[in-house]
């Protein structure tokens, strides 16, 4: 139901975009998050924005260098990546939460629905 995409290889110092589509469903009233994970370490939180759009909140390790958007007309989040690092390599994951016009939330328990995953590899 949720499709990532996006991933790849760059440099540290570059940018990459995510999408996370929805399908069969729309979750245009259910708040949105991307987490990661790097290899041999647990799931993480990055970033989750608001059903609106409106709100967001971002880990501290990413704010000023990442941005969250949605567009429900399109049922799609993005992640805009910028200034990566190499401690960004991970597999990111999309979620959306549990319930409709839920508070957003930065525990990955919140999110009922999750995407495949998509790898992003940050080169030094």
């Known amino acids: 139901q949720l499709q990532a995409s996006g991933g790849g290889l760059v440099q540290a110092g570059g940018s990459l975009r995510l999408s996370c589509a929805a399908s069969g469903r729309t979750f245009s009233n259910n708040p949105m998050g991307w987490f990661r994970q790097a290899p041999g370490k647990g799931r993480e939180f990055v970033v989750a924005i608001s059903w609106s759009g409106t709100r967001t909140d971002y880990a501290r390790f990413v704010k000023g260098r990442f941005t969250i958007s949605r567009d429900n007309a399109k049922n799609t989040v993005y992640l805009q990546m910028n200034s990566l690092k190499p401690e960004d390599t991970a597999v990111y994951y999309c979620?959306?939460?549990?319930?409709?016009?839920?508070?957003?939330?930065?525990?990955?328990?919140?999110?009922?629905?999750w995407g495949q995953g998509t790898q992003v590899t940050v080169s030094s």
């Open positions: 979620a959306a939460a549990r319930y409709p016009l839920a508070t957003m939330s930065t525990t990955a328990s919140a999110y009922g629905y």
